[in-house]
């Protein structure tokens, strides 16, 4: 198909921030392909990035500001907000209202965002959803370098020869770097890989060594390796003498609860053997890079993790040079982009800090603030706590979807609940958290908004719109900025993205002086041709210099001293630990296709097709002694809330240990929000929450039937004991049971599919012992819906009936293959999805490998083409060669 015209654009997922490039074809379909010149990923994309063409149609989208539920036009919505806004900050002061932000937003949003509430409302309560995410990682790097600095690039992890992936599940979280490295590997036969991580991911796949520390263990074992790295000869003296201070305290800290291989071994549940191992690697590796993410951060002690692995990388002096230095690696497509605004409540813009009163006095005067915030706000647990409290008496929340992603959401809901203002802007109409919202604000969505985004590596890019504003939707910063307007506030004018970036980059240049990391001095003042054509660039970007790829190689840091700080930290488990009442610890996080709360991914068939489903893992040992068998229903309850979802045994998790993917919400399913579960304690300097370790306990939910629907007609079945809903190819596929048994199946599915039978022809079966029960509607000879209910809790498979869906008549032997629940040949049943991009399933693979003799991945792509688009299957591929059940 011509193209018509492309567009370079970014991911809109994760921190590694992929290059995309747009074709719009003459046909009015959009083409989603890598950038091959962007610097992330270099044409490559993973399999959310893949399918985001698949994300863009006006389903479900917010297009009218709503007000009290109906429908108004900006004008009456934002006087509504600014009205109710000023009366509370009238009655009860500025400290009274919030904002409550996200890593979605692009820079631009973020700069207007802060500045509205830091200056002008004159409270420090704006906060990012990036609290949940990094903050730890933030707080680590002002400590050790007195800046917000992640000193490395991408270029890094092809250059070790040692890598440490600690706390992340790259292979599923961040897949471009994740292939970046099993190319680098491929290249260089010596990069050994150690993933340090309780569970067994998908990332070990490629992993020399998997330490399987015990959870929140972390900071004994770097505190264990700097001790040792120090009294086995590995410091560079020269470095510390001339680059650091605070060795001395430290190391006395360290030697206190880490002083011998044996006592770390037993802090972290490891054996010595391995634990010598990556000792020894570590000393003896000179291109040394720690990678760290969500695993690390998301502690009660996250911030002394993160500058226990940054002490062992200044006492090696491995920092800030090719293919060495720690590296935090973020979830957001701009959580850093949000760093480098401040929207972290106890941040100034541009990396400037409350703790300076030179610095709030520079901001102040930049913006010519009528009401400057002297004071750090509320951080995100704290703001909904305050809120809970009703302290806070108004919030604006955008882009983010707060009554799932916080820990312990249903007190979030309880707040939002009785907050007395609500409102959200957003692009998409039925969220958890809109229901709660006063106000109803449209806003646009990737592929409509335009600005930047700053990736893991520091590296800007632009984000650009290919397609036009649909119905009344707007830019956050046009929102913001109107909202400012009827405020009376001055400096709010603005008429586009590109005025914005012009005024952020002239902040972080304003007085600087080399004093601050975050410099775009070189980019200030760009005409609108060169932001439009902005290519992508790592800050610092300094006047009459290029972009840094790596800071710190000088051996200087942004101190008073101009040296690297070591932090003297002692270890701490997490805040909670199991009991009898509460005997296994839930781990929580991401799966390979999907990405928060699913209100874009959930949107793309192909991203459904993986795991379709909310699930616990758990390992067998735990398993058998409750009486749970694979495939059981389970509810996963704490002391906050509960979760249900199918047990998954599996020795990746070991004894003692659950885990239970982030995405599920009242939207997909009737009780599968994790962060109902979760425990809210945070971390005392970051604010960080403890998302990796809550004490829960499982027990089986008894279910009399068990079943599954698919129609082409969208669906709802609150009422039922457990439901799950999917997006598939012209479907909704809907896994449904209850504890209530039934006496007519016939009426209840007619019930349950929304009709009757003069809604076209019903083919049914209900076996002699009633225990099943199977029925389909044909329209016009094309399959419209099905519904298959059991007694047992295995359901036939349903991929093979989703492709009877995609014909346009179906015969007679395939009406009665459907009842009899198998398709005529066992190969058109190719089981669970593994390959997304190519739709090729379990069985499809197993079979291949079996007749074929496949030993290799590259042989598998070859025969069937999984795993040779974006790559992200090939863990699973590789996993599925080693497999004695495949
Ligand atoms: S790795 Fe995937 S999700 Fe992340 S930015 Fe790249 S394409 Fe998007």
Request: with cysteine; net charge negative.
């Amino acid at each position: 198909m011509p193209e018509v015209s492309s567009v370079k654009t970014t991911c809109p997922y994760c921190g590694v921030g992929c290059g995309i490039e747009v074709s719009l074809l003459d046909n009015g379909k959009v083409k989603i392909q890598g950038d091959k010149n962007h610097p992330a990923n270099f044409g490559r994309l993973c399999s959310k990035g893949t399918a985001l063409a698949q994300t863009l149609d006006l389903s479900e989208r917010l297009l009218q500001p709503q007000v009290s539920g109906q429908p108004t036009d900006w004008d009456s919505a934002l006087a509504e907000v600014a009205d109710k806004f000023q009366q509370i900050i009238d009655r009860d002061g500025p400290d009274a209202v919030a904002f409550y932000v996200s890593g979605q937003l692009l820079t631009e949003d973020y700069y207007v965002a802060n500045k509205l509430m830091k200056g002008f409302i004159g409270s420090g309560n704006i906060d990012t959803n990036s609290r949940l995410c990094m903050s730890s990682s933030v707080v680590g790097h002002k400590r050790a370098f007195g800046s917000d600095t992640v000193p490395g690039c991408y270029e890094d992890w092809e250059q070790c020869d040692l890598m440490i992936l600690t706390g992340s599940n790259t292979a599923w979280c961040h897949p471009v770097l994740y292939q970046r490295l099993v190319k680098a590997r491929k290249n260089n036969p010596d990069l050994k890989v150690v993933v340090i991580d309780p569970r067994r991911t998908a990332t070990c796949d490629i992993a020399d060594l998997h330490l399987a520390i015990d959870p929140g263990s972390d900071a004994f074992l770097f505190n264990g390796l700097f001790h040792w790295l120090s009294s086995n000869g590995f410091s560079d003296d020269d470095f510390i003498q001339q680059s650091t201070q605070g060795l001395a305290d430290a190391l006395q800290s360290a030697t206190a609860d880490s002083s011998s291989i044996a006592a770390v071994a037993r802090s972290c549940g490891l054996n010595e053997t391995e634990l010598t191992r990556f000792y020894q690697w570590f000393g003896q590796t000179e291109k040394t890079i720690t990678v760290y993410s969500q695993g690390i951060n998301q502690s009660s002690s996250g911030s002394d993790k993160v500058n226990a692995i940054i002490n062992c990388h200044l006492l090696t002096g491995r920092i800030g040079k090719p293919g060495m230095g720690p590296f935090s690696v973020t979830g957001q497509p701009n959580a850093m982009g949000g760093r480098e605004v401040g929207a972290l409540a106890n941040q100034l813009a541009a990396h400037m800090d409350y703790l300076e009163p030179a610095d709030i006095d520079r901001v102040s005067r930049f913006w010519s603030a009528s009401n400057m915030s002297a004071q750090p706000g509320l951080k995100a647990v704290d703001l909904f706590n305050q809120m809970h409290a009703g302290k806070i008496k108004a919030i604006w929340i955008m882009a983010t979807n707060p009554a799932v992603s916080m820990p312990d959401s249903n007190r979030v809901r309880e707040a939002l609940q009785q907050c007395e203002f609500v409102v959200v802007s957003d692009n998409v109409a039925n969220t958890d958290t809109a229901q709660y919202a006063d106000v109803l604000l449209p806003a646009l969505a990737w592929g409509e908004k335009d600005g930047s985004v700053t990736n893991s590596e520091r590296c800007i890019s632009r984000q650009r719109a290919f397609l036009p504003a649909p119905g009344e939707a707007r830019a956050d910063w046009w929102i913001l900025a109107e909202f400012a307007q009827r405020m009376g506030y001055k400096g709010f004018d603005y008429r586009s993205s590109h005025q914005i970036f012009n005024e952020h980059a002239a902040l972080s240049a304003f007085e600087n002086f080399g004093s601050r990391d975050f410099d775009l001095s070189g980019l200030v003042n760009l005409d609108p041709a060169d932001y439009a054509n902005l290519n992508p660039v790592q800050w610092p970007v300094i006047s009459g210099q290029r972009g840094q790829q790596r800071l710190f190689g000088d051996g200087r840091f942004f101190t008073a001293s101009g040296k690297a700080n070591f932090v003297a930290l002692t270890p701490s488990l997490p805040t909670k630990n199991s009991s009898d009442e509460f005997p296994l610890v839930l781990n929580t996080g991401r799966i390979r296709d999907h990405w928060h709360t699913m209100t874009r991914t959930g949107k793309a068939p192909r991203l459904n097709r993986h795991i379709a489903e909310p699930y616990v893992q758990i390992n067998q040992q735990d398993a058998a002694s409750i009486g749970i068998t694979d495939g059981d229903l389970v509810e996963v309850a704490s002391t906050q809330g509960s979760y249900v979802g199918k047990a998954d045994i599996s020795h990746d998790v070991r004894p003692g240990r659950v885990f239970a993917p982030m995405h599920w919400n009242d939207q997909f399913a009737s009780n599968a929000n994790i962060g109902r579960v979760v425990n809210a304690y945070t971390d005392p300097f970051s604010g960080q929450p403890e998302f990796k370790h809550t004490p829960v306990r499982i027990t089986v939910r008894p279910s009399h039937w068990h079943g599954f629907i698919l129609s082409r007609q969208r669906l709802e079945h609150r009422a039922l004991g457990y439901w799950t809903s999917c997006r598939r190819e012209g479907l909704w596929q809907y896994t449904i049971a209850d504890d209530k048994n039934c006496n007519d199946w016939s009426q209840f599915s007619r019930l349950l599919l929304d009709t009757d039978d003069k809604d076209g022809e019903w083919s049914e079966l209900l076996d002699s012992t009633g225990q099943t029960y199977r029925a389909a509607r044909f329209v016009d000879d094309r399959l419209d819906a099905c519904i298959f209910i059991h007694a047992e809790k295995q359901l036939p498979s349903t991929e093979w009936l989703i492709q009877l869906f995609a014909y346009q008549l179906v015969d007679r032997k395939d009406r009665l293959r459907v009842l009899a629940g198998s398709p005529l040949s066992s190969e058109q049943d190719q089981g669970k999805i593994i390959c997304s991009c190519y739709n090729v399933g379990r069985n499809k693979i197993c079979k291949s490998i079996r007749d074929d003799r496949l030993t290799t991945v590259d042989q598998i792509g070859e025969k069937l083409q999984a795993g040779t688009n974006c790559g992200s299957c090939l863990p699973e591929l590789n996993s599925l060669i080693k497999s004695p059940d495949c």
